[in-house]
């Protein structure tokens, strides 16, 4: 399993990853990714239901008069099939319109502002923090020191390990 923010490997049944801290248990739909749309998008958009509108009003009232169709119907088929054309067309209009507003509310923030970074001057001096206290340092000295009784395998090693040190040094 992989971490969804940095791309670490985790161990199964971790709750967040240890690398970046990052929630494991969300789990992120194909929603969050939304395609960008672009200018170019949309203009490819807006010629091509210009062309298959246009073709399907023109084509189908000239595919209405070889039949004989009565006038009354080849008008009330322009009229609807022209509702149809104009109102897909304007809503290729909106997306293009609400595209070039945002972008333009992009631009108008990123030019708000003193550009003035502190990134490339020199380093500021700082101050250490002071040193925080130990949670077991006021504990740990209240408590009496236990005695017990020594052991005697165990000093018994030690003299013999003393002696040899000694003895390796002469």
Known sequence: MYCSSCGAA????????????????????????????????????IFWTT?????????????????????????????LSSLAFIGLYSLDLWRFIRFYRSSQGTIATARV??????ELDGAETRALPEPVSSVTENTTRSLEPSYRQPNKVLIGKLRRAEQEHATDRE
């Not at 971790?14 to 749309?37: F, T």
């Not at 298959?52 to 322009?78: C, N």
């Open 10 to 45: 985790t161990t199964q049944g971790l709750s967040y990853c240890n690398r970046c801290g990052s929630n494991l248990s969300i789990v992120r739909g194909d929603d969050a990714i939304k395609p960008v749309e672009s200018p170019a998008a949309i203009g490819v958009d």
């Open 51 to 79: 062309v298959f509108g246009l073709g399907l009003i023109f084509g189908g009232m000239v595919a209405l008069k070889a039949f004989d169709i009565r006038e009354v119907l080849i008008i009330a088929y322009m009229v």
């Open 113 to 118: 502002g003193k550009l003035d970074t502190k």
